[in-house]
């Protein structure tokens, strides 16, 4: 077995061993802060568990959600029908964005105000469906949660909330909007019909007339920065695709800003001193699997590889290259070492190396 066949088996084996009976995945289970269940995290994990064959543990953390949603109908629908009466948006009401391992609202301090999850899992679930040939649970088991989460997002898509890394919540975000998009764009297109589709064109045109500046898409409305969360847009959730010069300048653009040996999440990133992301760094090698870039690609497979301890765990980040390195020692007195595992870290690698390996295998 190589090192990248090892790192591959016990990451799946470190995801499979911290997800709950209730079917949610643990962010980190060695960092305080991290001892619940995100959505954003844990479908992009339970993605993961599709793509290495493991459907039952996938179909695991989509029923758990979907029973969380569904116990939550009567407030999200009253949510809805005062924001359209009075056009206020009480943030604390919202649908939360993490969850304790048993399933429960957690109560902390951070903003539940997060859309980009919910785009995120309507994506993931679509994507499980289709590939265990269970498109029929999507009008059966799975319709009144979908339902209720499609009222909400189409709702509030277009509203200042918190961003993928819980930050900026009076901004309206690109990698929110193309999360929204990638969710709604799938569950229409395991449907049919073309009212979603017809949603989603005006999503992606508010993004264009909005969110672009010198030729590339920008972190949020009203900036010229970049994230590196942008590069969902052209992999999972495919606002844009193929060489779209757009989408090839954003690109580009992330590269030059943000990318050292690993990547990082944006330029004034002061958490832990704003170093490189393994599961960015990941993500990076899925857009470059997507250009036909396979030496690129294979670059960052082995980039994540070195990032990984001497147990075979993978952090949240490595503390190289940094932003602000007077900032590492701020958080680390704060909150302590760098959540590690982190599980995320772990489910991109899984989906990077099982890209390449299909791609090797069409070569052969």
């Known amino acids: 077995m190589s090192k990248l066949e090892l790192l591959y088996a016990k990451s799946v084996e470190i995801i499979k061993k911290y997800q709950s009976d209730f079917g949610l995945y643990i962010a980190s289970p060695n960092f305080e802060n991290y001892k619940f269940c995100?959505?954003?995290?844990?479908?992009?994990?339970?993605?993961?568990?599709?793509?290495?064959?493991?459907?039952?543990?996938?179909?695991?953390?989509?029923?758990g959600i979907n029973k969380i949603i569904?116990?939550?109908?009567?407030?999200?629908?009253?949510?809805?029908?005062?924001?359209?009466?009075?056009?206020?948006?009480?943030?604390?009401?919202?649908?939360?964005?993490?969850?304790?391992?048993?399933?429960?609202?957690?109560n902390t301090e951070w903003s539940e105000y997060q859309l980009d999850g919910y785009g995120i899992w309507l994506w993931g679930l679509s994507n499980h469906l289709e590939i265990t040939n269970s498109k029929e649970l999507l009008d059966s088991e799975f319709r009144e949660?979908?339902?209720?989460?499609?009222?909400?997002?189409?709702?509030?898509?277009?509203?200042?909330?918190?961003?993928?890394?819980?930050?900026?919540?009076?901004?309206?975000?690109?990698?929110t909007i193309g999360c929204i998009y990638g969710g709604l764009n799938s569950i229409g297109s395991l449907r049919?019909?073309?009212?979603?589709?017809?949603?989603?064109?005006?999503?992606?045109?508010?993004?264009?007339?909005?969110?672009?500046?010198?030729?590339?898409?920008?972190?949020?409305?009203?900036?010229?920065?970049?994230?590196?969360?942008?590069?969902?847009?052209?992999?999972?959730?495919?606002?844009?695709?193929?060489?779209?010069?757009?989408?090839?300048?954003?690109?580009?653009?992330?590269?030059?800003?943000?990318?050292?040996?690993?990547?990082?999440?944006?330029?004034?990133?002061?958490?832990?001193?704003?170093?490189?992301?393994?599961?960015?760094?990941?993500?990076?090698?899925?857009?470059?699997?997507?250009?036909?870039?396979?030496?690129?690609?294979?670059?960052?497979?082995?980039?994540v590889a070195n990032c990984f301890d001497e147990n075979y765990l993978l952090p949240?980040?490595?503390?190289?290259n940094l932003n602000f390195p007077e900032k590492y020692h701020y958080w680390k007195n704060k909150w302590g070492e760098i959540a590690n595992p982190l599980l995320w870290s772990h489910a991109m690698y899984i989906i990077l190396y099982c890209l390449l390996q299909k791609e090797r295998n069409n070569e052969g």
């Open 38 to 63: 995100w959505l954003r995290d844990s479908t992009f994990i339970a993605d993961s568990m599709n793509m290495s064959g493991n459907h039952k543990s996938s179909r695991l953390y989509y029923l």
């Open 70 to 106: 569904k116990k939550r109908k009567d407030k999200v629908e009253n949510l809805i029908k005062n924001y359209k009466k009075s056009g206020v948006i009480i943030s604390n009401n919202m649908m939360p964005a993490r969850f304790t391992l048993k399933g429960k609202q957690t």
């Open 145 to 175: 949660s979908v339902d209720l989460v499609l009222e909400y997002l189409k709702c509030f898509w277009n509203k200042p909330n918190y961003d993928c890394w819980e930050e900026n919540g009076n901004k309206i975000h690109s990698s």
């Open 192 to 303: 049919g019909g073309k009212e979603l589709w017809d949603f989603c064109q005006g999503m992606k045109k508010y993004l264009l007339n909005n969110c672009v500046k010198n030729g590339y898409i920008t972190k949020f409305v009203g900036t010229d920065l970049v994230d590196s969360s942008l590069l969902w847009l052209f992999t999972s959730f495919k606002l844009l695709g193929g060489s779209d010069e757009l989408m090839l300048n954003t690109i580009g653009k992330i590269e030059h800003d943000l990318l050292n040996s690993g990547l990082k999440r944006y330029t004034s990133d002061e958490y832990y001193g704003g170093g490189e992301w393994p599961l960015l760094t990941s993500f990076l090698g899925w857009v470059y699997v997507t250009l036909g870039r396979l030496k690129d690609a294979e670059k960052m497979l082995n980039n």
């Open 316 to 320: 949240e980040q490595v503390p190289i």
